[in-house]
């Protein structure tokens, strides 16, 4: 069974950081692609960052580039969201989305119950 555990959300002041874990299970975590996908109160999913299967390549959204760093750890099936400079607008819950192939240019097949991120002061 396909599983993606996300963890690291919590309370943060802004201009604070988070760091996102994504535990994976039941799958070749090193043939696919992740993502991260947030969700905000009353708005729909926004992706905002992938890597692929072997880590070299990863893309970002406009609206974390240069403040979110996404990366994994193929040895303990993890993937990484660092993210620095935390805004109000960041709250949201998080996801951790799983491709069904190497590239994040894949089509999305599992998604993790997700993690809260509150920026507030």
């Known amino acids: 069974e396909v599983q993606l555990v996300e963890s690291g959300g919590g309370l943060v002041q802004p201009g604070g950081s988070l760091r996102l874990s994504c535990a994976a299970s039941?799958?070749?975590?090193?043939?696919?692609?992740i993502s991260w996908v947030r969700q905000a109160p009353g708005a729909g999913p926004e992706w905002l960052s992938g890597i692929n299967s072997a880590g070299g390549y990863t893309n970002y959204a406009d609206s974390v580039k240069g403040r979110f760093t996404i990366s994994r750890d193929n040895a303990k099936n993890i993937v990484f969201l660092q993210m620095n400079s935390l805004k109000s607008e960041d709250t949201a819950v998080y996801y951790c989305?799983?491709?069904?192939?190497?590239?994040?240019?894949?089509?999305?097949?599992?998604w993790g119950k997700g993690t809260l991120v509150t920026v507030s002061a």
């Open positions: 989305v799983k491709h069904d192939g190497l590239s994040t240019q894949n089509g999305m097949d599992y």
């Open positions: 039941g799958f070749t975590f090193s043939d696919n692609g």
